[in-house]
């Protein structure tokens, strides 16, 4: 394990206090076990190795193509939305200024 | 300081490969501290027995996604200490009736008594940092990760807990030798 040293040049005296406690430590029966029990879990060496190299192959040009289509296609879809938004809904404001302008040219 | 990082280079490795025997060599590097860690966090032996099982089943599940320039201390710390504070988070949600007071361990020595007992009564963020650094001899910057601090924040917290910590402990051997004074007369 990394120690503290790179720190403080200086020892602290509190904490050197602090390292020098007696611990209480997980008995030989209990830390058998806890590896057991882990153990038990660690993924199997081939299916784990195999995943790692399914995702290395994938190639990164299909994932580039791929994220490409998404945000084409994202896109069309808003720009798509918003002048189907704008057909529904259209700017009254112009409108009304177009019918001040042609009034005034009928004059 | 070199050899030592290629040593943990090569193990991060070994377990990114699943390598069991790589595992194993983890557990004996790293069991022990962090069940000191969890032990002297909670204040409960056999919570913190339970808390190192579910640490280590953490651990072997996700050995094999480590990335490259993992630090194995600090992520082993990490999840430990995310173990605790799920079981608090529990503890909260389920509402226990008040188990025993937590039992800072206990030692012959009344220096060493001194001390447990006043890391005890430290607020926990003290207390955390204090154990990381104090008695797990981690360094500033991988305790700051641990606990998702700025370094430099982390160097602060741990300068109020030492402090803290001091103020307690004079405050106990004060009494101690005022004590001695009592039972001298």
Known sequence: MKMRDRNDERPDPLLERLRALPSQGLDDVTSARTLARAEAVLPDRGGSARGREARAATPRFTRW??????????????????????????????????????????? | MAAHEDDERALVQRLRRAERQAFRELYARYAQPSFRFLRRLCGKHALAEDLHQETWLA?????AGLEEESDLAAWIFTIARNQFRSAQRRAARVRLP???PPVFVAHDDPAAHDVEQALGALPEGHREILLLVGIEGLDVGQAAKILGLRADAARQRLARARAALSDLLEAAEGGDVARERRGGR
Not at chain 1, 80 to 89: E, P, Q, Y
Request: no cysteine; charged share 15%; aromatic share 8%.
């Open chain 2, 59 to 63: 651990v072997a599940r996700h050995a």
């Open chain 1, 65 to 107: 193509v791929l994220s490409a289509a998404l945000l084409g296609w994202g896109t069309l879809y808003v720009w798509g939305a918003v002048d189907a938004l704008t057909r529904l809904f259209p700017m009254k404001a112009a409108t009304t200024t177009v019918a001040v302008l042609s009034r005034s040219t009928i004059r």
């Open chain 2, 98 to 100: 008040e188990s025993a």
